[in-house]
């Protein structure tokens, strides 16, 4: 945590930094652009961070509204007058907020890992921490989003990929796992075919002939099938997980060739229960 932390605020510093020239040489570009219309004079930057005429007859343009509803204004102004404000002099030499509205919500943790990010980043400037309202989860811990106030995208990233790198890595594990399998599965046969698989899925489908009850079959060589469940194995309350044997009608996918429907399934029975 505390190596994370340190890789943020210096993120954060170059982000300030960037910005910081940035918005200096934006000011000194519209500044130089107001000179050109008053004999090369600037306007005057006041204590308060307002612009004001520096000598009598000044010329100065300014717009009201946003895109697309824009109106331009132009007249001269007495010396020591202050100038108009546009969305321009606001963003330019208004005061710079380092945070956005409102907080991002990154992912879910435990209300002990919410805390800990709390903590670690309390003195951190550029950025806020935050968590929002807390619950249990299925496994009775308590936990809350994690919430990231900051305008540096880079340091938002830094601790989203901390906090979601062990997800990552245990989801391409397991898409590695299933490409592994895939690779080694064999094409769906077809015609009448004796089958032992697992049941994937069950699911009670509406069809033209009434509610029929359907199930997803991942086929010991690999292979997967949808079909109806076979009457004799309908009186059992729960078919996800089990490993059944039944004889039935296949039809390869025109699109997936290990992927298949079955009909007509009978001879159909509980070969190992979940």
């Known amino acids: 945590m505390k190596e994370l932390v340190q890789e943020v605020e210096g993120c954060i510093s170059s982000y300030l930094k960037r910005k910081g020239e940035e918005r200096e040489a934006a000011r000194k570009k519209y500044l130089a652009a107001a000179a050109e219309k008053n004999e090369g004079i600037e306007p005057t930057l006041g204590s308060s961070g307002r612009l004001h005429a520096p000598v009598n007859g000044y010329v100065w343009k300014w717009s009201i509204g946003r895109y697309p509803h824009v109106q331009w204004f132009e007249r001269t102004f007495m010396a020591g007058e202050f100038l108009p404000w546009s969305r321009a002099e606001e963003s330019l030499f208004g005061f710079f907020n380092i945070f956005p509205e409102s907080g991002k919500r990154v992912a879910v943790v435990t209300l002990s890992q919410a805390k800990e990010f709390c903590k670690a980043f309390s003195l951190s400037g550029g950025i806020n921490v935050t968590h929002g309202q ?5 496994a009775g811990e308590k936990v809350t989003y994690l919430y990231v106030k900051t305008k540096c995208k880079e340091a938002f990233e830094m601790i989203e990929n901390y906090i979601l790198a062990p997800h990552r890595e245990e989801m391409a594990r397991k898409e590695a796992e299933k490409a592994a399998i895939y690779a080694a599965a064999e094409e769906c ?13 069950e699911k009670l489908k509406e069809t033209a002939f009434g509610e029929v009850w359907k199930m997803m079959v991942e086929e010991e060589r690999g292979f997967k099938l949808w079909g109806s469940v076979p009457r004799s194995l309908l009186g059992e309350t729960e078919l996800k997980g089990q490993k059944i044997t039944f004889t039935a009608t296949v ?11 079955f009909k007509r399934p009978t001879k159909a029975s509980i070969v190992e229960a979940a």
């Open 189 to 201: 046969p077809e015609g009448r075919v004796q089958l032992t698989g697992t049941v994937l899925a």
């Open 251 to 261: 039809e390869q996918s025109h699109e997936e060739p290990k992927f298949g429907f």
């Open 134 to 138: 807390i619950w249990e989860n299925k």
